[in-house]
């Protein structure tokens, strides 16, 4: 069925014009009937007379949402009523939840789908706190330095701007990076074959409700210990794109209590009081300061964020 939009447009071509063939004009005009969502019990046969719905069946329909992301499908949903109707079907928020909450178990996250979200995998990944792993998460953070007196100028300061990111893993894992560089440069780097020179450093989470606690070791002769403490919360409901410093810990730990945890320090220091440290040479300091939120980034959102923008253009932005 070809739409009389797309006719018009030929019949005005001058002779001798090669015309530029448009197949998806001919999806105009096509009027597109209610479609029976999943879990109907209407008894009628429905046929679809939409011709992009007959050319894409529906068992291919659902191959290609099952490989999308949960975000893409939130996107996909705004197509038409069929694409909504369709990607409710709890399948697809099932896999993404067993896999957004991985480290506590399949037993345990179905319990808490029985209990708490009344049966709805779609209601859980919404409204249950839960850590994005498709970016970053940045902090940024200014401190005024005192510079060297030149020429006429007797009282220079300088405005000194770093980064803190992290990115988690489903797995458990997580990367953090402490840096003055801007978030397309160290987007490269922040993974697990990152070599020493770029001090990205790797460890372990915990998230419990909307708290999340990491353990970072910093290496050296004295082993330093950062203990971060962190809540996610969201500026809309399942955004979960941001997350308020709670508490920033250093203290140090005895190498005896390493060995064989070095990959799991968050389970060597679980439990200590804010103001622990099991070595005297470093004693437990909480920091006060660089205490900005993290803001998301996705991936595809790195090279346009404003957190590229420089110092002088970033003085009156406030993150989070």
């Not at 850590?131 to 940024?140: C, F, M, P, Q």
């Not at 962190?230 to 250093?250: C, E, F, H, Y």
């Not at 437990?284 to 404003?306: K, Q």
């Amino acid at each position: 069925m070809a739409s009389d939009f797309g006719l018009s447009i030929q019949s005005d071509v001058p002779p001798g014009f090669q015309f530029t063939p448009r197949p998806w004009l001919d999806l105009y005009g096509v009027s597109i009937k209610p479609f029976i969502h999943f879990g109907s019990v209407a008894s009628k046969p429905f046929s679809d007379s939409a011709l992009i719905h007959r050319s894409l069946p529906d068992e291919l329909l659902h191959e290609v949402f099952a490989r999308m992301t949960p975000y893409s499908l939130g996107r996909a949903a705004c197509v038409c009523r069929k694409w909504r109707y369709t990607i409710r079907n709890p399948v697809f928020w099932r896999s993404a939840c067993l896999k957004a909450w991985q480290i506590i178990g399949a037993v345990e996250n179905h319990r808490i789908f029985q209990s708490t979200y009344q049966g709805s995998w779609r209601k859980m990944w919404l409204l249950r706190p839960r850590i994005r792993t498709d970016g970053l998460y940045v902090s940024r953070n200014t401190y005024v330095r005192c510079g060297t007196p030149e020429w006429k100028t007797s009282n220079p300061v300088h405005v000194v701007c770093y980064f803190r990111y992290i990115r988690f893993f489903h797995s458990g894992r997580f990367l953090y990076k402490n840096s003055s560089q801007k978030v397309k440069d160290v987007v490269k780097c922040m993974n697990f074959r990152a070599p020493k020179v770029d001090s990205v450093y790797g460890g372990r989470y915990t998230l419990c409700d909307d708290k999340v606690e990491v353990a970072i070791m910093y290496p050296g002769s004295r082993p330093t210990v950062l203990r971060i403490r962190m809540r996610l919360r969201g500026t809309t409901v399942g955004a979960n794109n941001r997350m308020d410093l709670l508490s920033l810990v250093t203290s140090g730990v005895n190498e005896n209590e390493l060995s064989g945890n070095e990959d799991n320090i968050l389970g060597v220091v679980e439990g200590w009081q804010e103001d622990e440290t099991h070595d005297p040479d470093v004693p437990a300091v909480s920091h006060r300061r660089g205490m900005t939120p993290f803001v998301f980034v996705p991936f595809e959102e790195v090279e346009t964020t404003v957190l590229n923008l420089p110092v002088e253009k970033m003085d009156y932005f406030v993150t989070g």
